[in-house]
């Protein structure tokens, strides 16, 4: 079983649905992923992940009160939509999702959110596999929270493949979150929530 554990396994999109179900009943807190046909788990959010998305969800909310930042909303991802994602949040309007079962369609979706975990595959996961299938969807933006780096890295203009535009800042500077977002941040509270 470890050699299994150890290796990406291709699946198809309704075997890996089915399979997310089973083990949500089993293991409490389990978070399954499908990029590029592989199955990846999400680390368990630690306290202060949970406060970044809490400190962002307030700024948006304040700075555009029509859009609520969904946590942990999966949504259907890639070409043909069959990868399946599971950001730490989703930007959308108000009731964007209501109706929708577990993987949502993403057209609604102005911005994903991850928040590095302290997890080993969180480089491969959020830094090199996610940017792609979020453009490939036309999501507008990704926002990278980096704990390691202390970096807010701004993904934009998705041309279908990759995001054209990458801008980085160190926690402590502003960055703008452009269109159709349009909120700045004020990234210096973040230092104080990594370790």
């Excluded at 970096?151 to 980085?168: C, F, I, K, L, M």
Aim: aromatic letters at 8%.
């Amino acid at each position: 079983m470890t050699a299994l554990a150890d290796r990406p396994h291709i699946m198809e999109t309704e075997h890996f649905e089915e399979a997310s179900r089973i083990l949500a009943r089993l293991e409490e807190g389990a978070r399954l992923e499908l990029i590029d046909g592989k199955v990846r788990s999400k680390a368990m959010p630690d306290g202060d992940h949970g406060r970044i998305i809490e400190w962002l969800t307030r700024l948006c909310i304040q700075s555009r009160p029509e859009l609520w930042l969904y946590p942990d909303q999966g949504l259907k991802v890639q070409e043909y939509r069959r990868g399946r994602a599971r950001p730490d949040g989703g930007l959308a309007p108000s009731g964007a999702f209501v109706g929708q079962g577990e993987w949502a369609d993403p057209d609604p979706v102005l911005m994903v959110v991850e928040v590095t975990s302290y997890d080993s595959d969180t480089d491969q996961r959020d830094r090199v596999e996610k940017p792609r299938p979020y453009a490939e969807t036309a999501i507008p933006l990704y926002l990278l929270i980096d704990r390691q780096a202390c970096q807010v890295v701004v993904y934009s203009e998705p041309d279908g493949a990759r995001y054209e535009n990458v801008h980085t800042v160190q926690f402590g500077k502003t960055v703008h979150l452009p269109d159709p977002v349009g909120i700045t941040l004020e990234t210096e509270q973040l230092k104080d929530w990594v370790n």
